[in-house]
């Protein structure tokens, strides 16, 4: 089983910018197609990226698409959202999650795909 925790969260003004980390622990995060969701509040938990096992692969929600990025540091256990040029809707808890899997390309998208969850992180953007 595998332990997931987001940091990174915090209050930043619209334009800028925030990283949040995914620390796992437990075991690797090398065999988990990683993603990141969030959830504003009233609202149900939306995609956000996704990453391959191997990071040579990823996707994005069109809202997030060219402004955030996902990375990974398999050796650090470590998944990455870097979050550029942040809007007031981008105001959320963020999740990250695992989906085990044995293809190093696949992707995950859909809450019911993920295996393992962390604890969320709040983001807060302000005007």
């Known amino acids: 089983q595998v332990q997931l925790v987001e940091s990174g969260g915090g209050l930043v003004q619209a334009g800028g910018s925030l990283r949040l980390s995914c620390a796992a622990s437990g075991r690797t995060v090398s065999g988990y197609a990683m993603a990141w969701f969030r959830q504003a509040p009233g609202k149900e938990r939306e995609f956000v990226s996704t990453?391959?096992?191997?990071?040579?692969?990823?996707a994005y929600a069109d809202r997030v698409r060219g402004r955030f990025t996902t990375s990974r540091d398999n050796a650090k256990n470590t998944v990455y959202l870097q979050m550029n040029s942040l809007k007031l809707e981008d105001t959320a808890v963020y999740y990250c999650a695992g989906m085990i899997t044995s293809s190093t390309n696949r992707l995950v998208s859909r809450r019911g795909e993920c295996d393992y969850w962390g604890q969320g992180t709040q983001v807060t953007v302000s005007s």
């Open positions: 990453i391959s096992r191997s990071g040579s692969s990823t």
